[in-house]
């Protein structure tokens, strides 16, 4: 059984989870074998696409506590 995980923004899949009956792993391991001959290697990656920021604050160094206080 193949079972999407997640999904980035563009819709991609982020990870799988395969499984299989007890003492089939190699029934896991073919998929997987498969599952990497069809897809791209590791190293190309799309272009990433960053989200703008919605705040002012999001992503913004930490305050010191001394200064919250």
Known sequence: MVTRA???SLGLPVALQLTALPWRE???LRVMTELERA???PGAHHALAPEPRRSP???A???PLQARL
């Open 26 to 28: 190699e029934l896991c």
């Open 39 to 41: 897809l791209p290697p």
């Open 6 to 8: 997640a999904e980035d």
């Open 61 to 63: 160094a930490p305050v």
């Open 57 to 59: 604050s999001l992503g």
